[in-house]
């Protein structure tokens, strides 16, 4: 779990499984979270392989699903029909040594399934109903399906929070910040690509103001870079001691939303603004902090007051950072929506 939770969803109304699934990411959402679903109907030939991990079962439906393991959590419908039970599926599970948390759930009451009402139960599936199958959640079914959501958001809940500490904060942070710095140079580089040769010249100017800010910088490598027959904004973002991250920053955020719009009529100032306040605000400074927090800390210190290592404290990460991935993510589709219409021939 980073900031997503996944799930593997079995049921056979997929229709249902599907809509309440978008309801919960709505609701994880709300807690800075996002959900990604994987969904299967109880029936597909290749399931008891892929239980099993066995290599036949991640073709064609199961590709794409992560290892069970490394899933959140599991959700079975308890009668499948056709002749499958979900109890049958997780002894599978089990006896595999896949030991994610489950979720079992039915519109008959699983407390009273020895009623007559429940008769169409066979007897091996309500003993085993009734033996301990470790790590196993309980949930009814109701036609209003507000009780069966309540239970699976206590279930959700309580994971997130087994998983609060600050070994996986410290890991989530770094993670998600690296990953998309690493994504600055296609940023900048996509912009490059709208500007004409004799435009790009000011990107290498803004490149090599960046690089003189530097004290130790030496200027044998930059003129080097000036004259190796490709671009020096290339060159400089992509050498080992070229621009900063910090740098690249501030140049796709903030220098080059004035060059795209002033030569390329394509406005994109208040986006970067926003990632940039993402990415300089709480966020980074949370990062550096984190660096010097042990496992046992209880607080950290930030723009110089004691701040709770908290469950609200984790809500306002995840928040952070899923305000810079929205930022962030819609500022690349801007530029390359504008990429694309430009390579579009016009018509005749």
Request: contains cysteine; hydrophobic residues 35%.
């Amino acid at each position: 779990m980073n900031y997503t939770f996944s799930v593997f969803w079995i049921d056979d109304s997929e229709d249902w499984s599907k809509g309440e699934s978008e309801e919960l990411g709505n609701w994880l959402a709300a807690k800075g979270m996002e959900l990604k679903p994987y969904f299967s109907n109880g029936h597909e030939p290749e399931l008891n392989d892929f239980l099993a991990g066995k290599d036949g079962g991640k073709t064609s439906h199961f590709a794409d699903v992560p290892e069970l393991n490394d899933i959140d959590l599991i959700l079975i419908d308890f009668n499948l029909l056709q002749g499958t039970w979900g109890t049958e599926l997780i002894s599978e599970i089990r006896k595999n040594r896949i030991y994610t948390n489950i979720l079992l759930y039915s519109s008959q009451d699983l407390s009273k399934i020895d009623s007559e009402k429940n008769r169409n139960v066979p007897s091996e599936q309500k003993d085993l109903l009734k033996s301990p199958l470790g790590g196993v959640y309980y949930a009814k079914r109701d036609d209003k399906f507000s009780f069966f959501q309540n239970e699976l958001h206590s279930v959700v809940q309580n994971l997130i929070k087994r998983s609060e500490n600050i070994i996986n904060l410290r890991g989530m942070v770094m993670e998600n910040m690296s990953s998309f710095e690493e994504q600055f140079n296609d940023g900048i580089l996509s912009c490059a690509q709208l500007l004409q040769p004799e435009h790009a010249v000011e990107l290498d100017n803004l490149v090599e103001k960046a690089l003189k800010r530097q004290t130790k910088r030496d200027k044998e490598e930059i003129e080097k870079w000036h004259n190796t027959g490709t671009s020096f904004f290339n060159n400089a973002i992509n050498a080992q001691y070229g621009l900063s991250s910090s740098q690249k920053a501030n140049i796709l955020f903030c220098e080059l939303p004035s060059l795209l719009e002033k030569y390329c009529n394509l406005d994109i100032g208040a986006i970067g603004k926003e990632a940039n306040k993402a990415y300089r605000g709480e966020l980074g400074e949370i990062r550096n902090k984190l660096g010097h927090v042990g496992s046992k800390d209880k607080t950290i210190i930030l723009k110089g007051k004691s701040t709770p290592l908290d469950s609200d404290f984790h809500l306002r990460v995840r928040k952070d950072i899923q305000n810079f991935t929205s930022a962030f993510t819609k500022l690349m589709e801007l530029i390359e929506d504008s990429k694309n219409s430009q390579t579009q021939p016009e018509n005749t």
